[in-house]
């Protein structure tokens, strides 16, 4: 049986891929930033990547490797938004949410937005 293929969303250094798994047992709860969900802060421009909607959650879990993100958005969707990017609105569900990195021969690292 073949896997069936997930939305992918990016916005500047935001990644998010539309996922079947559940968020893990114990996955902690991410506070909210004056009322929003923020996935990530710029760190040249200082905007962040927000999303305002209500119904949506964001947990963490964290190894000794990794730190894993996990979206949950509610049944009427919901958008993501930064004052130098396009909204993206979001159908509900589950997403896995990182920061993307990029490869160059120094070092993998974070992409700046």
């Known amino acids: 049986m073949s896997k069936r293929i997930q939305p992918r969303f990016r916005q500047g250094d935001v990644y998010l ?7 893990p ?3 902690q709860p991410v506070q909210r930033d ?4 923020v996935l ?3 760190e040249v421009t200082g905007h962040a990547h927000v999303i305002e909607d209500e119904d949506v959650e964001l947990f963490t879990t964290a ?3 990794a730190v894993d993100r996990w979206l949950r958005v509610g049944p009427k969707g919901a958008t993501l938004v930064h004052d130098e990017h396009g909204a993206i609105t979001l159908p509900p569900g ?4 990182r920061i993307q ?3 160059s021969p120094e070092a993998i690292r974070n992409v700046a937005d």
């Open 17 to 23: 891929q539309k996922t079947d798994e559940t968020i």
């Open 25 to 27: 047992a114990g996955a």
């Open 34 to 37: 004056r009322g929003r969900v």
């Open 40 to 42: 990530a802060y710029g």
């Open 63 to 65: 190894t000794a490797d």
């Open 94 to 97: 589950i997403y896995r949410t």
């Open 101 to 103: 990195r990029e490869y």
